[in-house]
């Protein structure tokens, strides 16, 4: 999706259907607060034989304890492991270092690239990195969205969630969360305040998988999807949280455009509520059951942006689109939006319409109520 000035969401749905974009590189963001254990995780990733073929781009302030692996280090700080992995430091702009990373790629100055990771600072709104790959016309060229991690500390990540926003808004965005020094909980705190920890995650972020790390041990698989769509394919099947929901039983079919709200986890007490309320995160769905005329749909997601552009930290969806058999894929952070990619099916049922919201200090019931004026019943 891009605006020719904001890049907001104008033509979100291609205007040729078939048309296809050249291959890119897919890119994993690694967020997490400070003292996380972001890099325990990726030193353990670039040592695995996996992660061949992979760059690694990490903050100024990275401390990732690589001498021993150099091969070769150069003056622009790129270097170059010996399991075929590339690691760089960002001394300023990231999206002049992608830049730079593609062109060593074509120059044949570095080896082939498969995937890219970029790891945030502890204290990053994972935001504005997403922005960078969605703004910048030369990296939408280059570079897609791949998942976007969290790790989380088992034993201090509830007192970062008590003192900063910044902690709720990257569990809240995540794909993927990664559990760390679950290990030392036992030592460090107790199963009681991990259990409500968890709780208190899943409630931030009920659709995310949630896994646990022990020294930063991670099948990289994990963080890797397997082809663009993994993630939105997941969405098409109904996620767990979504089933759970008494009004969402299979069959159940509505005329018009339907959401559900799913700010806290099943089963949350008070306190679950009052801190959820306290962060402003909210999560829930919008369903159409019917196609949507592509023209529509580009102008009425510049209309979305553009009146809760700051309050939508994420939406992700999949929806039909009138005149093409193919499940088109949508992802928006904030007030900017991704190009639109495209599936190769629907899995068997039916072909329902769904986009997922991550959203602070923002109700379900305004967005709903703008699906329903733009695609409610008699609309395409």
């Known amino acids: 999706m891009s605006a020719p000035e904001d890049r907001a969401g104008a033509d979100a749905v291609p205007r040729a259907p078939g048309a296809t974009r050249r291959a890119q590189l897919p890119v994993t963001i690694i967020t997490g607060f400070l003292g996380s254990g972001k890099t325990t995780l990726l030193n353990r990733l670039v040592r ?52 730079s990373l593609a062109m060593w790629i074509d120059t044949g100055r570095i080896p082939r690239v498969d995937r890219v990771v970029v790891e945030t600072t502890g204290l990053a709104d994972p935001a504005p990195i997403l922005h960078t790959l969605m703004v910048e016309p030369d990296l939408l060229a280059r570079y897609r969205l791949g998942r976007l991690v969290t790790v989380v500390d ?98 159940d079919a509505h005329d018009h455009a339907h959401d559900h709200d799913h700010t806290h986890a099943h089963g949350s007490g008070p306190g679950h509520d009052e801190a959820m309320r306290e962060a402003g995160i909210s999560s829930f769905v919008v369903e159409l059951d019917e196609p949507v005329d592509a023209g529509r749909f580009n102008a ?71 699906f329903d004026e733009a695609f409610g019943r008699g609309h395409a």
Not at 61 to 80: A, K, N, P, R, W
Not at 303 to 332: I, N, Q, T, W, Y
Not at 343 to 349: D, F, K, Q, V
């Open 48 to 99: 695995q034989p996996d992660m061949q073929s992979t760059a690694v781009v990490i903050n100024e302030f990275g401390e990732v304890g690589i001498d021993h692996l150099l091969v070769e280090t150069s003056t622009e700080m790129m270097v170059e492991l010996n399991n075929g992995c590339i690691c760089c430091t960002i001394r300023g702009d990231l999206a002049d270092k992608l830049g």
């Open 154 to 251: 088992a034993i201090g990540a509830a007192n970062s969630l008590d003192r900063f926003a910044e902690a709720a808004r990257q569990i809240a965005v995540a794909d993927l969360i990664v559990v760390s020094k679950t290990d030392l909980v036992e030592r460090h705190s107790n199963r009681a305040a991990y259990a409500e920890l968890r709780e208190r995650v899943r409630a931030l972020n009920p659709r995310a998988r949630t896994i646990e790390a022990t020294m930063g041990e991670v099948d990289p698989a994990l963080l890797f999807g397997e082809r663009p769509g993994d993630d939105a394919a997941a969405l098409l099947a109904g996620d767990g949280a979504v089933r759970d929901c008494p009004g969402c039983a299979a069959g």
């Open 300 to 370: 009425f997601v510049q209309s979305l942006a553009a009146e809760f552009g700051p309050r939508m930290l994420r939406m992700k969806g999949v929806f039909a689109v009138a005149g093409d058999d193919r499940p088109a894929v949508v992802h928006g952070v904030q007030h900017v939006f991704f190009p639109i990619t495209w599936l190769e099916r629907w899995p068997a049922g039916p072909r329902r319409s769904r986009f997922v919201f991550i959203t602070q200090d923002l109700a379900r019931e305004p967005v709903a109520r703008r």
